[in-house]
């Protein structure tokens, strides 16, 4: 009876695209090594010359999240989220001198202001990017990337970090939390930013 409503949902939420060479690899702050992990697997195949994770911690906390899973192998005193993903990608095979450094961002939209400021300081031209993201986190990133990269295309490499997928969200609590909770902020935070945007 609802399925064209949970696919309507799903397909605005749930974005992913085919990875193509790219001059960033981008993963927006988080405390899943999943991304960065993942991130550093396309780096090694090639599909990035450099890797930028940004952010502090989240804004609502004040404080970096602490490692959410695998806390076995990343298990270091991490302040920040871009410290955690630092140590992640070095773990798994990406040199330091590869690795660019975005540490103050504490939500997303300022993940993609941030992340523009240190391209710009290091010189290094964005044609097209790659955002390693956690895959209830897609629409949210490539919106707000796109929105302060307009010339860049984006595409979007979704990582399952917490079992909340296309195919299962509505089937319990945890997944319906997050994913209308994501529709609800891709509005109410896009508002703001489309009436400063207007000068309303």
């Not at 060479?21 to 780096?43: K, Q, S, T």
């Not at 773990?91 to 590869?98: C, D, I, L």
């Not at 209308?180 to 509005?187: Q, S």
Request: charge should be negative.
């Amino acid at each position: 009876m609802y399925e064209r409503f949970y696919k309507n949902i799903s397909d605005f939420i749930f974005v992913k695209d085919e990875p193509l060479p790219a001059d960033v690899i981008f993963v927006p702050g988080n405390g899943y090594p999943h991304m960065a992990e993942a991130a550093a697997d396309l780096w090694k195949q090639g599909y990035g010359k450099w890797i930028l994770p940004s952010g502090r911690y989240t804004v609502t906390l004040g404080h970096f999240v602490g490692v959410q899973k695998k806390e076995e192998i990343y298990s270091g005193d991490y302040e920040t989220e871009w410290e955690f993903l630092m140590d992640v990608l070095q773990k798994n095979g990406v040199p330091k001198e590869r690795i660019l450094r975005e540490d103050r961002a504490t939500f997303t939209y300022e993940n993609a202001i941030r992340s523009k400021e240190v391209l710009e300081k290091q010189g290094i031209g964005l044609k097209r990017g790659i955002i390693c993201c956690n895959s209830v986190h897609a629409r949210r990133c490539k919106m707000y990337y796109e929105l302060v990269f307009p010339e860049t295309e984006f595409l979007i490499y979704p990582v399952i970090a917490d079992e909340i997928t296309k195919e299962n969200w509505y089937l319990n609590k945890k997944g319906i939390d997050a994913v209308l909770g994501e529709m609800e902020r891709c509005g109410a935070q896009f508002e703001h930013i489309l009436k400063e945007m207007q000068g309303i």
